[in-house]
């Protein structure tokens, strides 16, 4: 199984359509976050999903259970994402009441910081699953926010994440076509999550970088089979 792409921060048709071409497995778009430059209203974002061949992303935080029902029976998502101070108690609920997958996002120090808190994160990443969430998203928590700054996660700390936990990771934060396929041969993620890294502008893509990083992302898993099989 090749390594999945998720090309998030969707906002325009024409996007969704290239990524869909250019081999996105999911395309994702934000709903309902206030502070974000790429939050989409959930009527903008089932118009997004109706032009997707790929499988469907509504990424959204703060919200209470009753909202996120409301969510999933508006847009019918293959996956909601939780993006926020979300409970695993929450997830739980959740999960008793919508049919789609759940995936949680884990704020990880930035490559810049010294990774001292790996056994909280793989505490609070195992309590998560065990609430019964699909899949987990390891993305970069900074001072500026937390998900959608270009700013790498450590590869290091989400390399013994993806080690130890039993759930598919994906990997976020600061990934470029440039750097897709070294994060993938060091980190060994089920899948990569993009959204700023092939943008023109926050919520704007750009075509070219989309193709190149969907790619890129395809051979640099290619690489780590052949490593492998080489051993």
Same mark, same amino acid.
């Given at each position: 199984? #090749? !390594?999945?792409?998720?090309?998030?921060?969707?906002?325009?048709?024409?996007? +969704?359509?290239?990524?869909?071409?250019?081999? #996105?497995?999911?395309?994702?778009?934000? +709903?309902?976050?206030r502070d974000s430059p790429r939050s989409q209203t959930k009527k903008k974002a089932k118009e997004l999903f109706a032009a997707s061949n790929s499988a469907t992303v509504a990424v959204?935080?703060?919200? !209470?259970?009753?909202?996120?029902?409301?969510?999933?029976?508006?847009? #019918?998502?293959f996956a909601i994402q939780l993006h926020g101070d979300e409970t695993p108690e929450l997830i739980a609920a959740l999960k008793l009441k919508i049919s789609c997958q759940i995936w949680k996002a884990i704020p990880l120090p930035t490559m810049e910081e010294e990774p001292?808190?790996?056994?909280?994160?793989?505490?609070?990443?195992?309590?998560? +699953?065990? #609430?019964?969430c699909d899949a987990l998203v390891l993305d970069a928590a900074s001072k500026s926010g937390f998900g959608g700054k270009g700013v790498a996660a450590s590869w290091e700390l989400a390399t013994k994440l993806v080690e130890q936990l039993d759930v598919p990771c994906f990997l976020a934060g600061?990934?470029?076509?440039?750097? !897709?396929?070294?994060?993938?041969? +060091?980190?060994?993620?089920f899948g990569v999550d993009v959204s700023s890294g092939v943008e023109i502008s926050p919520g704007v893509k750009d075509a070219e970088k989309?193709?190149?990083?969907?790619?890129?992302?395809? !051979?640099?898993?290619?690489s780590v089979r052949a490593q492998v099989d080489e051993t």
């Open positions: 199984m #090749s !390594v999945k792409v998720k090309i998030c921060g969707l906002t325009r048709i024409k996007d +969704v359509q290239i990524a869909c071409s250019a081999g #996105s497995d999911f395309c994702g778009v934000v +709903v309902e976050i959204t935080r703060a919200k !209470v259970l009753v909202e996120l029902v409301e969510l999933f029976n508006f847009l #019918s998502p001292k808190e790996f056994l909280r994160l793989l505490t609070l990443a195992q309590d998560f +699953v065990k #609430s019964g600061g990934l470029t076509p440039e750097n !897709v396929g070294e994060a993938i041969r +060091v980190v060994k993620p989309i193709r190149l990083f969907c790619l890129r992302a395809k !051979v640099g898993y290619k």
